[in-house]
């Protein structure tokens, strides 16, 4: 009997489940670090298509600071369909095979939904629940797995058992009553006509339906809204990008990126301007480099654990994991590719393509976890003269705090405060992290008297990145304010420019010559009237403000596009180039260091998106002198991309479980109750090992021998998911 508990408190989260052979599995959310004094755990060695197991019997708990964690993956039978690993990338899993060839139109639809709404969708096809059966705690466990945040929604099927639910985190924008006219009007009766992928397609359009501020139902022809044309692949753009129903079987989802280029909202790839033989040889050449890699890594991740134990590796087990599932489906789809079935171009670029982004996924995160753990085989022999170095820094540091702290108040009394979103809390959390500087400092001085190098090189590690996160906290502030002054300066021009180009409209509308521009020039006054009076009207936004104008020049500039001659388009495309990409490096690199200093609270999505931003971004640098108008599109793009990534970090911490209630035990290795900036170590994922950690007299969080009961009701809590199930049914 499958049995889940979720326990929420001080930060942590603790979850327990038997499975039938009464192994315990233990899992422990990003920013918390599993202490296990055991007495007689084995590591079984084997890995399976998820990765590295681990196993522990341990009896004893203490939840204290920053990795991972540990992932104890029992062995099953191979027809068990238990709480599967969602993939980060495609956002599909269909284990029960009955998407066939339009998985990619599912994963379109998908796609396509992110970049229009900011939501997250996964599917999942299995044959049936197991492990636990119960539909909803098995739901709850996938969720839980995957640390979904509160933009997410999740649709599990079991396509033998014929059961499925739609499910969504209890803080979700998207009501009940929207979830439930989405089953209703898109999933329930395409799993009732044995349309499974149908049922993807049409239930991502209604939750961008819903998302929109609809009622969750399936745009169609003549409706309010997105103005979607349901049929093959005629799509009318409404908004920020449409929803593609593609019904062709053979028709791949990924045509439109091939294009390299598209509307607000829609991904530009830069791999579009490769042939397909160049796109053979560069798949290759990566799959062939990341396969080695894994291989090295697990011998690396070996090593790791016999040095520095189980805890600090957490990132690299993690990472070695997440590297082997993009693997394993970057194999499957080259033997796609290798079969005998003919593949149209179309499905080799897609398939070709998927396989670069998966290969160079997983190089780039092994990649980052060898080089941090040679640093830390270097730091071992300096330790000394390292902890010296963060002493000194942190005097530094401290004077800084107190200078930025002013800075922020300068600005707080020039601009409005959406401006300052990103760093309105810096000054707090960067006397947290320096506190933790102090606290981790002292550790390592202890372990370096006690003759216990890797111990100290730990803590001396722990100590430098929260010192790093200090500056980078101090520094955003002063990037902020230089963006800040220079969007604002930017802004006099930007509407000196636009209204130049008003003049030139009107006097065409007035010729008589192009009475079609009267609608838009119009909307351009509005618009443009309005930033005035803000700007007359006291403290704005001047990056959001410019933004605005920027858009309102861009529509202008639309509507005369048959109308100027190509080079008049060029050198509009040129003067918009520059403002462009400099709002979009201003974006990506607040919301970079917002993500770095609050790590341990950030998930995949935010930091997805920030990583094509900055892949739009280096494509538009690329080709900004010879097709500058292209590269516009891009560098849009790229600030899109950004904005949506802040938004989703943002959201990530404002829901990253009882930040504001620190009320930590005593008896770990940093002591205490609460204070020493444990609780802004936690958000900033800093790595500690928990060996070392002392035992006894509690420790962490909960408190007592045993670490602490789990507590808190089946699912609940936190306003995480799990308490907010429902939109299930059987088919």
């Known amino acids: 009997m499958a049995y889940s508990r979720w326990w929420t408190a001080n930060w942590v989260h603790h979850r327990i489940k038997w499975n039938r052979h009464s192994d315990l599995r233990l899992y422990i959310c990003v920013g918390a670090l599993l202490h296990s004094v055991t007495t007689g755990s084995a590591r079984t060695g084997r890995r399976s298509a998820e990765g590295l197991h681990m196993r522990s019997t341990s009896k004893r708990l203490l939840a204290v600071l920053g990795v991972v964690g540990l992932l104890a993956l029992p062995a099953a039978p191979a027809f068990a369909e238990d709480p599967v690993t969602l993939d980060p990338v495609t956002k599909v899993v269909d284990s029960a095979g009955v998407l066939g060839d339009r998985r990619g139109e599912v994963e379109q639809a998908i796609k396509q939904l992110g970049a229009d709404h900011a939501m997250t969708y996964h599917v999942v096809y299995v044959k ?69 992928a149908q049922a993807a397609i049409d239930s991502a359009a209604a939750i961008g339906d819903a998302a929109g501020g609809g009622k969750g139902t399936v745009p169609s022809e003549g409706g309010a809204g997105s103005g979607v044309l349901v049929g093959v692949g005629i799509v009318a753009a409404g908004g920020a990008g449409a929803y593609l129903y593609l019904r062709n079987r053979r028709k791949k989802a990924a045509a439109g990126t091939a294009a390299g280029s598209g509307q607000q909202g829609a991904g530009m790839d830069p791999l579009a301007g490769l042939t397909v033989e160049e796109l053979r040889r560069k798949s290759g050449s990566l799959l062939i480099e990341a396969d080695d890699a894994i291989k090295s890594s697990e011998q690396e991740l070996g090593f790791a654990q016999a040095q520095y134990g189980d805890a600090a590796v957490g990132n690299f087990t993690k990472a070695l994991q997440e590297a082997k599932g993009h693997m394993s489906e970057s194999f499957k789809l080259q033997q796609q590719l290798d079969d005998h079935i003919p593949d149209t171009e179309e499905q080799q670029r897609t398939w070709l393509a998927e396989i670069i982004r998966r290969s160079e996924a997983a190089l780039s995160s092994l990649q980052e976890q060898k080089a941090d753990f040679d640093s830390l085989r270097e730091l071992e022999k300096n330790a000394p003269q390292a902890l010296a170095a963060v002493s000194a ?12 702290e002013q800075s922020l108040e300068s600005l707080r009394a020039k601009y409005a405060e959406s401006a300052l979103v990103q760093v309105g809390d810096n000054i707090t959390q960067a006397k947290e992290r320096l506190a933790f500087v102090q606290n981790a400092s002292v550790t390592a001085q202890e372990k370096l008297s006690a ?71 119009a909307a351009v006054e509005a618009s443009l009237a ?13 990056i959001a403000t410019l933004e605005r104008v920027e858009t309102a020049h861009q529509s202008l500039d639309a509507a005369l596009t048959g109308i100027r001659d190509q080079q008049e388009q060029i050198r509009r495309a040129q003067a918009s180039l520059q403002q462009s990409i400099m709002s979009a490096q201003a974006q990506i690199s607040a919301t970079s260091d917002y993500i770095t ?23 538009a640098l690329s080709i900004s002198r010879n097709d500058p108008v292209t590269a516009l599109q891009y560098a849009q793009q790229a600030h899109s991309l950004a904005t949506q990534a802040a938004q989703l970090a943002q959201s990530d911490v404002d829901h990253f479980g009882g930040y504001a209630n620190q009320g930590y035990g005593r008896g770990g290795m940093f002591g205490g109750s609460g204070g020493g900036g444990l609780g802004g170590a936690i958000l900033g994922g800093i790595l500690i090992n928990s060996i070392l950690h002392g035992g006894g007299g509690g420790g962490g969080w909960g408190g007592g021998d045993s670490g602490g009961d789990f507590g808190g009701g089946d699912f609940g809590g936190g306003g995480g998911w799990g308490g907010d199930f429902g939109g299930g049914g059987d088919f």
């Open 128 to 196: 049936k629940f197991e492990n636990p059966t119960d539909r909803f705690a098995w739901a709850a466990a996938v969720a839980d797995k995957a640390s979904l945040g509160s933009n997410a929604m999740l649709l599990t099927v079991a396509t033998e058992a014929r059961q499925y639910l739609l499910s969504k985190p209890s803080n979700s924008k998207i009501t009940d009553a929207q979830r439930d006219t989405i089953v209703t009007s898109a999933v329930d009766p395409n799993l009732r006509n044995g349309d499974y």
């Open 530 to 542: 309005q930033v005035k009076a803000e700007i007359q009207g006291g403290k704005i936004d001047p």
């Open 451 to 521: 003759g216990e190098g890797s111990l100290a090189a730990v803590a001396v590690r722990a100590a430098e990145e929260s010192l790093h996160q200090t500056n980078v906290l101090i520094g955003a502030i002063t990037k902020v304010a230089g963006n800040l002054d220079e969007a604002r300066s930017g802004l006099e021009s930007a509407v000196v420019d636009t209204s130049q180009d008003l003049a030139q409209a009107r006097a065409l509308i007035q010729s008589g010559a192009h009475p079609e521009l009267a609608g838009p020039v």
């Open 597 to 619: 200093a609050r790590r341990g609270g950030v998930g995949t999505e935010a930091r997805t998106r920030l990583a094509e931003a900055q892949r739009n971004l280096d494509y």
């Open 393 to 404: 820094g942190a005097k530094e540091a401290e004077a800084k705090i107190a200078s930025a």
